[in-house]
Every structure is written in structure tokens, then in C-alpha cells.
């Protein structure tokens, strides 16, 4: 706690430290609540994290496949990691790498939700980028910091969650969109949505595809969601979902070292079943979800280095199932206390399969699998308002790991509400990471022994909305202390993974936005990282500004972002400087017609973000939506 007061000292005296409540862009309305940050709705207000807000429209402003491009430029202190224009890909030479104020989502210390429910890979314990796609989103909430005492491990540097699609009011809704453009690029979705009385539907299907803007750069992706909703009386309501994507990614290798054959077959699916309670004074959820995958990599090979193909391809298979369960209540005024409770299960197999040479038809299990982890775990949130000037927010989770052990973890915040729609917040909270699969038991560096990373995140913010609102304003600043990571390093004279990693990094966050008038509107962020070890994928700068024009049928968005000290590797040290320069234009011409056009990195910048993988020059897409 003493250095959440040494930040205070610092922050008082002139600067304005703000927590960014939402992203603001394109004359739309300011969201005021959320569900990420206390898993019930609540006023964004009273939260003493920082929470940014993304809705529908400026999703589908993006023209975007992902929806990560949109969260790199929008959300200060996080970045994405790309390798080309569509895809990302798993395995050596992929992208999608999510990093948050330098904790990587790689290292599985960031997580991401679809409706409250974890996705991750169950053996490597990270996001796949690629099965995060637009179609699904109705909003996304980012949590910038900490979400461990509600989401438990893979939470120990921020949340991202995906609120799914669904239609507000009885009715029927259809929208279908096409795009087509640079490398023979192709984009399709289609979204179908329904209430009628207590029924609610939706279903979306999607197909990607591009030639890449290198050889041996495709990119193929078929992706499905399913959900069906009935409220089971004015109080209760219950929800099941499905989501299905399957993409092929070939790597070209970097180019000093070119391969050939090198791709990936990915299938990931997930489903949950929720049944969820709304009274006055108390709501709550119990919920069952199962994700999965299968894995087919081939690693290719260098024809220049004299190699010839490989004669097996490394496979796995891996799920991560739970069931959580919470209510939240008031008990008096001014009161809301959340209690919960986690179970997961997680785990898989890996192996090798031949298909030619003498071994062909041999299946090779990796060392060490199949392997199967729980995770157990109780947590309890307080939260008290003390008239109209002051919330106080406390919260601690108890999570068992079936082989790392035990956490404790707690977080505190006080949120100051004061005159002129000002805020002002404060927080400590304390961030964890379990080991996965792979580190404590696949290949030669694992290590049975591992335990928990652990992290502590101090941070102030100031925030400020003016012109009813159509002016806001704010920085944050923050402080993060973090040991017992893991690292592999030469023990006995072998390579082995160990707790003896650290982490001590600082920033500044800021973000304005402006609705001049029902023309138009500007907003921009930016964020300063200070690392005391330099992380690839974690830029020290990162600037964005931009702007938007609408009237009559026509609706334009520029912006540019400029990204400084962007370490791409470490050893040696490499560093990137680049901005970018993106245009995104609507033109309405019917009310069931709307024409598009995307174009990017207009200034053709030439740029690294993964190590020998250079990006693509200016690129564009044109295409067409139709609602009815």
C-alpha cells in the first residue's frame, strides 16, 4: 500500500490521472455500466478499476474480421501483435499475441471471456487470437489491470471480454456483409437475430480467406455461433450457446530463413449453458461451459538451409470445462456484496503422428501426456457507497490449484465521486498466473515443481466528463510489481523452467474524446510503458488519433497511431518505430444498403511487429451490407 500512496503524492499536484469509462467515437452514446469488472451490471462509476467500453457500432464501423485490430488502436497500454493482413495463426512465426501493460496473454497472463466464460488453449493456457471474430460481439468490456479475484488465474494482467450478440426487442433482424480486396482477400458474415416474447435467437456463420502478401502466407477461416435464449418468468431466464471456428494458416518463416510446408489446422469450439437470476435486490448466475480444440502443425522446413520435409506433424487435442456459480445482494442501502464460486478442469493430450518414411502410421506421444489440472476456487466482493461522494470496494479469492497450490488474493479501491462529474480512483490489487500444462510437463525445460506467478498492480485515475457529456477526459497511472515469474534458464546443466522471473514496470494511460456535433467528432489515446526489462510486444509509445464525419447518407473515420519502442526481440535488442495512417468510409445509399471501403497503412510503412515478418504496404477492401 505504501506505493499506492508515493503515486498519489505524485499524481496530485496539477495532473489529471482518469480512468477511461469508455471509448468514445462516432457520435454514439457514452455506456454507463458493465458486467466485467463485479460479473452482475453496475455502474461503471462505482468501480475503482479502469474499464474501456466498445458497443456495436463502432464494431461494425471497423469493417473487421476481429476484433482485436480495433482493441490495439482503441485501448491504451494494449497491443496486438500481427503478422499480415488477415490471421493470425498459432505455433513458430504466429501473431495474436496480447499484451497489457507488458504482461503478454501469451504467457497466459491475460484472459479472455465470451459471456464470463474463459477461453484459452488447455495445454499452452493462451488466447486464440483467431477465434475471437466480430460476429459474435453485441459490446466488449476491457479491464485494464487485475480481474483475478473474479476470473481466477489467466486474469493476472486484464480481462477482455466478448458480450454476445442479441436482438433488444420482439422482432427479426438479418444483416449479411461482403468485402473483397487487397492479396485476394475475401470477408463474408452473416447474422441472423430474433425475439418473440420470452424466445430470443442468434445465429451468425462467417468464411475468411487471402493469398497473403507473401508466399506461403494463406489464410482460411470458417467460423459459426449459435444462441438461444427463454426467460423463464419475469425474474429467471436461461441461455445456451455454441461457437465453432476452424481456420488453416500457413507461415512463410521469416525472411532470412523462408519455409516451406508450414501451417496449421485449428479447430475451436466452445458451449455453455446459463441460467440467470434479476430481482430488485439480488441477481445471480449458475453456469456450465466446455471449451475445446484440435491441432494439426506441421513446422515445414528450409530448403535453403538444406532441409528436407518433415515426416511427422505434432497434433493435440485439449478442453477446459467449469461451473461458476454467483449471486450478489443489497442489504441495506448503498450495499452490494458479491460471493461466488469456480470450478475448472483443463487439460489434453499431444503427440506426434508420421505419414511417411519408415515410421509412417506410428503415433509418438509427447512426454509427459496426457495430462488433467483442477482448479477450485471461492471468492467474495464488497462493494459500500458512503453517501453520494465515496464508494469502497474490497474483494478476496481463495483459489486451489490441483498441483501449483494455494492463492490468496485480494484487491482494494476507493472511488471519489466529485463535483463537475469528476472522478477520482484508487486501487491495489493483486494479480496471479498458474503454470500450465506445457510449462510444468511438455518437453525438455518442464518443471512439476513450478509455482503460481504473482503480481501487484497500484494505480490512480482521474477522470472528468464536460458539455453533458460530450466532452470526457482522463489518465491513468499505474505501477506494477511482479515476481515469481516464470523463466527458463540453465539449471545443472540443463535448460529448465523456474520462479525467478521479475517485472516492474510503470505507465501512464490517457484518453480523450469529443462529440463536437452531430457532424462531427474527434478522440484519441495514448500510453507510456516504462519496462525495468525490456518485453517484445509491449511498445513503450503508443498514440492514436482520430476523427469522424457523418451527415446524410455519407460517414467517414480517419485516425492515425504512431508506435514508438516497440522491442521486437530482446536478445538481440531490436526496436520499431512506425505510424500508421487507416480510413474507413459508410455510405448508406438505401435504408437496407450500405457500401464500404477499408483502406490501411496509406503512408505504405515498412514494419516489423513479429521479428523477420515484415507487415504489407497499404492495403484496401471495398464491399457491401444489407439489412433487412
Not at 250 to 268: E, H, K, N, S, W
Not at 359 to 370: D, V
Not at 426 to 452: C, T
Not at 543 to 562: D, E, H, M, N
Request: proline content about 4%; aromatic content about 12%.
Amino acid at each position: 500500500m505504501k506505493k499506492l500512496f508515493i503515486l498519489m503524492a505524485l499524481a496530485m499536484p496539477g495532473m489529471a490521472w482518469a480512468q477511461d469509462t469508455t471509448a468514445v467515437r462516432y457520435n454514439r452514446e457514452i455506456q454507463e455500466v458493465v458486467v466485467t469488472g463485479t460479473r452482475h451490471v453496475t455502474d461503471v462509476r462505482h468501480l475503482s478499476q479502469t474499464v474501456t467500453v466498445f458497443d456495436r457500432p463502432q464494431i461494425e464501423l471497423e469493417h473487421a474480421p476481429s476484433l482485436l485490430p480495433m482493441l490495439s488502436e482503441q485501448v491504451p497500454g494494449l497491443f496486438v501483435t500481427a503478422r499480415g493482413v488477415m490471421g493470425f495463426g498459432v505455433s513458430d512465426g504466429s501473431a495474436g499475441g496480447i499484451s497489457l501493460r507488458g504482461l503478454s496473454g501469451g504467457s497466459g497472463r491475460m484472459m479472455v471471456l465470451i459471456d464470463g466464460h474463459p477461453q484459452y488453449m488447455g495445454l499452452f493456457g493462451h488466447p486464440i487470437a483467431d477465434a475471437y471474430q466480430s460476429f459474435l460481439a453485441e459490446r466488449v468490456e476491457v479491464l485494464r489491470g487485475p480481474a483475478s479475484v473474479l476470473y481466477g488465474s489467466n486474469a493476472m494482467g486484464g480481462v477482455i471480454n466478448i458480450v454476445t450478440r442479441r436482438m433488444p426487442a420482439d422482432g427479426v433482424s438479418t444483416q449479411a456483409t461482403v468485402g473483397y480486396g487487397s492479396y485476394n482477400t475475401l470477408q463474408t458474415e452473416a447474422t441472423n437475430l430474433v425475439r418473440k416474447g420470452r424466445f430470443s435467437s442468434a445465429v451468425s456463420a462467417s468464411y475468411n480467406r487471402t493469398d497473403g502478401h507473401r508466399a506461403n502466407m494463406g489464410f482460411e477461416q470458417y467460423g459459426g455461433y449459435a444462441r438461444l435464449g427463454y426467460d423463464l418468468s419475469d425474474a429467471w431466464r436461461a441461455r445456451a450457446d455454441v461457437n465453432v471456428t476452424h481456420f488453416n494458416a500457413a507461415t512463410p518463416g521469416t525472411v532470412d530463413a523462408p519455409l516451406v510446408d508450414a501451417f496449421q489446422r485449428i479447430t475451436r469450439g466452445m458451449t455453455s449453458l446459463t441460467v440467470e437470476n434479476h430481482y430488485e435486490k439480488t441477481s445471480g448466475a449458475v453456469s456450465f461451459f466446455y471449451n475445446w480444440g484440435r491441432h494439426r502443425v506441421d513446422d515445414g522446413y528450409q530448403p535453403s538451409a538444406g532441409e528436407t520435409p518433415l515426416d511427422y506433424q505434432f497434433n493435440s487435442t485439449d478442453y477446459m470445462m467449469g461451473l461458476s456459480l454467483y449471486q450478489s445482494a443489497t442489504f441495506f442501502r448503498g450495499n452490494r456484496v458479491t460471493a461466488g464460486f469456480d470450478w475448472y478442469r483443463f487439460g489434453g493430450d499431444a503427440w506426434n503422428e508420421y505419414f511417411a518414411g519408415e515410421r509412417e502410421g506410428e503415433r509418438e506421444t509427447i512426454k509427459g501426456m496426457p495430462q488433467v489440472q483442477d482448479e477450485l476456487a471461492g471468492y467474495v466482493d464488497f462493494r459500500q457507497s458512503i453517501g453520494a461522494w465515496l464508494t469502497f470496494d474490497a474483494g478476496l479469492r481463495v483459489d486451489h490449484h490441483s498441483q501449483a497450490g494455494t492463492e490468496w488474493v485480494p484487491q482494494a479501491g476507493l472511488s471519489f465521486h466529485l463535483p463537475r462529474a469528476a472522478e477520482v480512483k484508487l486501487s491495489a490489487s493483486k494479480g496471479f498466473h498458474y503454470p500450465v500444462i506445457r510449462d510444468m510437463f511438455m518437453w525438455g525445460a518442464a518443471n512439476d515443481q513450478l509455482e503460481a506467478e504473482r503480481m501487484w498492480n497500484y494505480e490512480i485515475a482521474y477522470s472528468q466528463r464536460l458539455l453533458d457529456g460530450r466532452l470526457t477526459y482522463g489518465v491513468n497511472l499505474f505501477y506494477i510489481d511482479a515476481d515469481n515469474l516464470i523463466v527458463s534458464q540453465m539449471v545443472d546443466g540443463r535448460r529448465q523452467n523456474v520462479n525467478t522471473g521479475e517485472a516492474r514496470n510503470a505507465g501512464v494511460e490517457a484518453q480523450a474524446a469529443w462529440r463536437i456535433n452531430a457532424t462531427w467528432s474527434v478522440d484519441g489515446n495514448y500510453s507510456y510503458l516504462y519496462m525495468a526489462n525490456p518485453i517484445v510486444a509491449a511498445p513503450e509509445h503508443k498514440l492514436y488519433v482520430g476523427g469522424t464525419f457523418s451527415k446524410g447518407i455519407c460517414r467517414l473515420s480517419t485516425g492515425v497511431q504512431y508506435v514508438a519502442g516497440l522491442y521486437t526481440s530482446t536478445e538481440p535488442v531490436v526496436k520499431e518505430d512506425f505510424v500508421l495512417w487507416n480510413v474507413r468510409a459508410d455510405f448508406q445509399v438505401a435504408p437496407w444498403l450500405n457500401l464500404w471501403l477499408r483502406g490501411e497503412n496509406l503512408l505504405a510503412q515498412t514494419y516489423e511487429i513479429n521479428l523477420g515478418y515484415p507487415m504489407p504496404g497499404t492495403t484496401a477492401l471495398a464491399g457491401l451490407s444489407v439489412k433487412f
